[in-house]
């Protein structure tokens, strides 16, 4: 009985997959990329109401995931393992994955605030670098949400950024916050803030006056491709 439930589980998510408009959407976010539901209609060529449908079928099949930011819902891949599988029928059938073209001004898609947390390139660099180096480690119950491992505190305190927050805050310590412009997450949440607070103070940025832009200065672009640079 068991084998006979697993053959149709298979044949359901294989069912959900196939579909012409569903596959191109899944094809689309394989670039680790997270999107709207009207960027994923244009995509996939339905119109959006015919694109709410598909994304509630995927979502019913534990294919795609939704992150909600601000007034936004934006999709992605629902695991590594959704991917993999993916992987493995795109090589086969021989399909490349489209490249993302963002709309942000390249300005502000370099470096930004964001709230009071660095949003961007460098701030998506930086919350990758802190995951390979596995000094941010997300809990078990939210994987959104991180801790810091016994070598990021000892490296983070290394680097002189602030590590405690007040024992009364309620605020998250550390956290994912996806990034509009690069659809990936950057860091957010009081240490994301204490960043930002560093990068500022140590002048390794510099703020607009005018918009949430953050100029990289020449003593910042050492140290970030000094910090982001993943020892071999």
């Not at 244009?42 to 099949?61: D, F, G, P, R, Y």
């Not at 500022?200 to 003593?219: E, G, I, N, T």
Request: with cysteine; hydrophobic share 45%; glycine share 4%.
């Amino acid at each position: 009985m068991p084998s006979i439930f697993a053959d149709q589980q298979l044949a359901t998510i294989a069912a959900a997959i196939a579909e012409p408009a569903r596959s191109r959407m899944l094809c689309a976010l394989m670039d680790k990329r997270a999107r709207t539901s009207t960027e994923l209609a244009i995509i996939a060529e339905v119109s959006t109401s015919t694109a709410s449908a598909h994304l509630n079928k995927l979502k019913e099949q534990h294919l795609l995931s939704v992150v909600a930011q601000g007034k936004h819902r934006y999709y992605q891949l629902a695991s590594p393992e959704v991917a993999v599988a993916l992987e493995a029928l795109m090589n086969i059938a021989n399909v490349s994955i489209r490249a993302f073209t963002p709309s942000t001004p390249a300005r502000l898609r370099h470096a930004r605030t964001c709230y009071d947390h660095m949003a961007g390139e460098i701030a998506v660099q930086l919350h990758d670098y802190l995951m390979a180096q596995e000094y941010l480690l997300p809990t078990l119950d939210d994987s959104s949400l991180y801790v810091l491992s016994e070598s990021g505190q000892q490296a983070l305190s290394q680097l002189g950024v602030q590590l405690t927050m007040p024992s009364k805050s309620r605020r998250r310590y550390a956290c994912a916050c996806l990034d509009w412009s690069e659809r990936r997450p950057h860091l957010g949440g009081a240490l994301g803030a204490a960043f930002l607070d560093f990068f500022v103070q140590h002048a390794w940025v510099v703020p607009d006056l005018d918009s949430r832009a953050l100029s990289l200065s020449k003593k910042g672009e050492r140290q970030f491709e000094k910090l982001l640079r993943q020892p071999q």
